[in-house]
C-alpha cells in the first residue's frame, strides 16, 4: 500500500467509510458506475435507480462500502461482502468504481487498500473477486496488490459476452 500512496498524484484525496450520513453520495456514486461502465457490475442502472430508501439503507449492513473523494467531490467506490454460503475466513471485494476523472491516479489503490486492511482486521484469511477478462487496466490493479487468477472462469450473467475472470489474494 505504502507504493500505492506514493504514487497518488492528488494530495486532496481520501478514503472513508460509508455511513448513514454519506447513503445519498453512496447511492450517487454507485448509480454513476452503473451508467459509466455497466458491463462491468452484476446489476443494472434501471434496477439499483428503482432501489428505495431502505434498500439502499440495507446495503449498508449486508456490505462494507467505501467512497473515494478527491476534496469534497466522490470519485469512487468499493465494497467488501461475504456471502451466506461462503467459508467464514473469505470475503469478496465487490463494487469496484474509478470515476474517469481521475482513472490512474492512484484512488483504485487507495480503495482496494481500505478494503484488503478492513479484511485483514475483520479476520478473513483470502479476499475474493471477479473481474472481467477485457478489464485489464482492472486486473493490473487487482495484481498490484497481490491478487492472482484462482482458475476460475465463467460467463457474466448479465452479458454472456464477457468471461469473468476470478482473482483471490491470501491476507493472513
Known sequence: MAEAAAALSDPAARVERATEATLRTYRDVRL?????????????YAVSAAYDDATWRARLTTSQIWLAFVGDRPVGTVSL???????????????????????GKGIGDLLVGAALDQARADGFARVLLDVAEENVPAQRLYERHGFARTGTTWLNPQDDGILEIGYAVPIT
Open 81 to 103: 461482502w461475504h456471502a451466506d454460503d461462503q467459508p467464514a475466513d473469505e470475503t469478496y471485494l465487490i463494487g469496484m468504481w474509478v470515476s474517469a476523472s481521475v482513472r
Open 32 to 44: 454513476a458506475s452503473l451508467l459509466d461502465t455497466p458491463r462491468a457490475f452484476a446489476n443494472s
